[in-house]
């Protein structure tokens, strides 16, 4: 069992009377302006879990994750509220052709309505505000343009191609359904592994309906249809202050020594990075 009245709050949206498009519409667009994609908790070395219930538990009291807390909570709230949700094995990629098959580094959720399958992904950080279509054609979402197609690779399976300004290139996933569970293993992978971007770059990102705030380390940037406000931000109670008022996060649960930990954290791993960009 999970909070939905919790969760319902959290996002700002009545609990539907029936699943209907207009609901899942307004749900998807709450999510993402609301609950951050963030990585929060793995710079505080607290490890999370990615049970549903566990993740919504989070959502409730003011925080997000990433993929696998996301759409696993997401959801799990949709099956709820009386939605036809499927899980699907996906993967994000940095090329610019579709070269593989899903890895499993991320989680993928579609939902059958009258029919017709959507894909509906609140686990993307800066990609989708609204859910789109399992069709091919190019998309568009405030300032961002989309693409979806059949994989070429994996048969059956589809193909989102991000905004040539996003985070990554694309997302391919697997048609067959799968269970949450089966995506634990690589959980402790992306939460632990020093390769892993997530452990490398404490980030927030939060999307909406003219562009999306990203966080990384200390850049804080705007992406608009007009271009891209950065700046980076230098004080630790300035960082604090971002996370809390840019990205909703709750981090009340953050006591002092927590907080110097984490700044001391970011902050050294901004200044290498700074050094590392130097000629």
């Keep these: 069992m999970i909070d939905v009245d919790g969760y319902l709050a959290v996002l700002g949206v009545a609990r539907p009377g029936a699943p209907t498009s207009e609901a899942?519409?307004?749900?998807h667009r709450a999510q993402v302006e609301r609950v951050a994609y963030e990585s929060?908790?793995?710079?505080l070395d607290r490890p999370t879990g990615i049970d549903a219930a566990e993740s919504v538990a989070r959502i409730v009291?003011?925080?997000?994750?990433?993929c696998f807390h996301l759409n696993g909570a997401f959801g799990a709230l949709l099956r709820a509220l009386g939605y036809d949700v499927t899980?699907?094995?996906a993967g994000v990629q940095n090329e610019a052709e579709d070269p593989e098959g899903p890895s499993g580094n991320h989680l993928a959720l579609t939902v059958r309505l009258d029919g017709e399958p959507w894909l509906v992904d609140a686990g993307l950080g800066d990609a989708l505000h609204e859910?789109?279509?399992?069709?091919?054609?190019?998309?568009?979402?405030?300032?961002?343009s989309y693409a979806m197609a059949p994989s070429?690779?994996?048969p059956g399976g589809w193909r989102f191609a991000h905004d040539p300004r996003g985070a990554f290139a694309a997302m391919v996933f697997a048609p067959e359904p799968v269970e949450l569970s089966s995506f634990a293993e690589e959980h402790v992978r992306l939460s632990t592994a020093p390769d892993s971007g997530f452990v490398r770059v404490c980030t927030a990102q939060r999307r909406d309906a003219k562009g999306v705030d990203v966080l990384r380390g200390c850049v804080l940037?705007?992406?608009?249809?007009e271009g891209t406000d950065e700046r980076t931000v230098d004080a630790a109670d300035d960082w604090f202050d971002v996370l809390t008022d840019v990205f909703r996060l709750d981090l009340t649960?953050?006591?002092?020594?927590a907080r110097a930990r984490l700044w001391h954290r970011v902050r050294t791993a901004h200044e290498e990075w700074e050094a590392a960009q130097r000629p």
Excluded: C, M, N
């Design 40 to 43: 929060v908790d793995i710079h």
């Design 152 to 154: 070429t690779v994996v």
């Design 131 to 144: 859910p789109l279509p399992l069709r091919e054609g190019s998309y568009t979402q405030g300032p961002f």
């Design 61 to 66: 009291r003011g925080r997000g994750g990433y």
């Design 253 to 257: 649960d953050v006591d002092a020594p």
């Design 24 to 27: 899942l519409w307004a749900l």
């Design 221 to 225: 940037r705007r992406i608009h249809g």
């Design 87 to 89: 899980l699907h094995k």
